[in-house]
């Protein structure tokens, strides 16, 4: 089975920085995306960016300028840089991965992300 470990989470101050990082197993495809996500407490869990097989990337508007995502397709490993970071920022952060169809139907365990002001 497909197992994602997701690690690199921590307590900064605003304006600080944190890289998180995925790191994929079992994984027999190639043609896969792997998105971050995060939530919050009270919230639903909100997409935050993704990256394609291809390197396309997406990201949320409230991030743009300030996180990136980046893979490393042989490792199947995931990182999320983030820069600037904002009290709003504060929140559990998953990553995941498509499955054939497409869906993102595999995640990891979560790692905490807090911005303090």
């Known amino acids: 089975q497909v197992r994602l470990v997701d690690s690199g989470g921590g307590l900064v101050q605003a304006g600080g920085s944190l890289r998180l990082s995925c790191a994929a197993s079992g994984l027999t495809f190639s043609r896969y995306t792997m998105g971050w996500f995060r939530q919050a407490p009270g919230k639903e869990r909100e997409f935050v960016a993704a990256?394609?097989?291809?390197?396309?990337?997406a990201y949320t508007e409230s991030v743009k300028g300030r996180f990136t995502i980046s893979r490393d397709n042989v490792q199947k490993t995931v990182y999320l840089q983030m820069n600037s970071l904002k009290p709003e920022d504060t929140a559990v952060y998953y990553c995941a991965v498509t499955s054939t169809s497409g869906l993102y139907d595999c995640w990891g365990q979560g790692t905490q992300v807090t911005v303090s002001s």
């Open positions: 990256e394609t097989w291809t390197g396309t990337r």
